[in-house]
Structures are given as C-alpha cells and as structure tokens.
C-alpha cells in the first residue's frame, strides 16, 4: 500500500490549506490498446476531479500503465493518483516532461520509463501566495516522507525539499540511474529488448549523453504544485 489510512486522514488538512495558480487545463485522459496491453494517456495538468475520472476509467482493472506527459496541478488529485499507481502497481511511462505532481506520480510507479527527450522536474509546495510556510512546508516534509517509505533515494528527496516552490530541479542522470528508469517505450513492441540492447552500449539503464542535465532551476510558471481549498479527496 501506498499509504496507511491514518497516514492520509492526517496528511488531508493540510493538503487543504495549501494552493497555487490553477492550471490552465484538465487531463486528456485517453484509453489506447497497446502490445502490452491497454494504457492510459494522460496529457495536461492535473486539475480537481481528474483523480475521479481516472478511477473511473481503471474501473475494469485491465489497463497495465500509464503514459503521462504533464506540468504539474491539483496536489490532492495528483496524491491521490499516485496512490493508486502504487497500489495497483501501474506502470508509468514520462513521453514528454514530468514536473511537480507528474513526478510524484512518476516516483510512485512500480517501473519507471522516460523518452529519450523527457526531463523529471521536482521542486517543494507553495502556499495560495505562490510562496512557502509553516503548513506548505509541512506538507513537503510528510510527502517526503511518504516518498522515502516507497525506497525514493535521499538524494531525491533532497533536491525536492531544497528547491523553492517558484522554482525546478530536473532530476540528472545519476537520480535517474537510482530510480531504474528505463530508456524505452514499455508499450511498444520490442520495447524491452531495445532498452536493454541500449543499455549494453552505455552501461546504465539511462544513455548519459541525453540525460545528463544539470541540476538547473528555473522559474516554473506553469509547473507548479496547486491544491485547492474547495476539494481534498482521501478516498482509501
């Protein structure tokens, strides 16, 4: 599990309390049949009711994985997807960019896959001033602390607690080489097989060359970490 009753209910106010912009679109969420089997594509920012309408759509427990490519959004949507990446073991697939919440999403996935252009970019909350308290600060410790108990490295966590909230951190490719992010398509045919033929050409699961990326910070107008007042959704 992903997380322990008790754990959420105590997570859920100040989830709350914590907000920024709200983004600017809703998921396309998109159902496709792939050789592994059915995946769903997630495109935009997480807004409130996306965690819903995902759920939704992964109600006949067929679909083996996720392909995301998002900014950021909602925090206690994006909670709560990432939730159940994790407990239904989903495979994540990052095609584009992966920043704010899309990375929690991602560092809750069971296998971890990027394109050879996607870029993982983390950084901590905000409160609805776009700065950081008391409470969002909270919030980044205890979601850390979630991430820790799923075996996300410390140096990881790091990177997410010391980059302020108007600003990015890209993972670079020794965070990637600790997580066992794959350089492949997972739901592609013959995916696996190129990965693992690629992997053998560079030694590391990630090819240095395309994912070596400093650790750069940069303003994150549209990758931000947003919750909103209205909705806390702490469905178990």
Known sequence: MFLKPTMVLKLAPLLVLISLLQPASAFMIKRVETDAGPVLKLLGDVRDGDYGR?????QDGS???LEITSGGGSLEDGFDIARVVRDRGLVVYAS????SVCAFIFLAAKERYISRGCKIGVHSVSNDREREDADSARVTIQLSRL?????VPHSIIGKIVATPP???T????RDLASLNVHRANPFRKN????GKARSQETGSVCDPAAYV???ATVHAEQKSCTTSAAHASVEP
């Open 213 to 215: 990326v400093a650790e």
């Open 54 to 58: 995902l759920k939704s759509a992964l």
């Open 63 to 65: 679909v083996v994985g």
């Open 191 to 194: 995916a696996s097989a190129a």
């Open 96 to 99: 584009k960019e992966c920043d």
């Open 170 to 173: 890209f993972l670079d490719h």
């Open 147 to 151: 991430l820790v108990g799923i075996g």
């Open 166 to 168: 108007a600003k990015i």
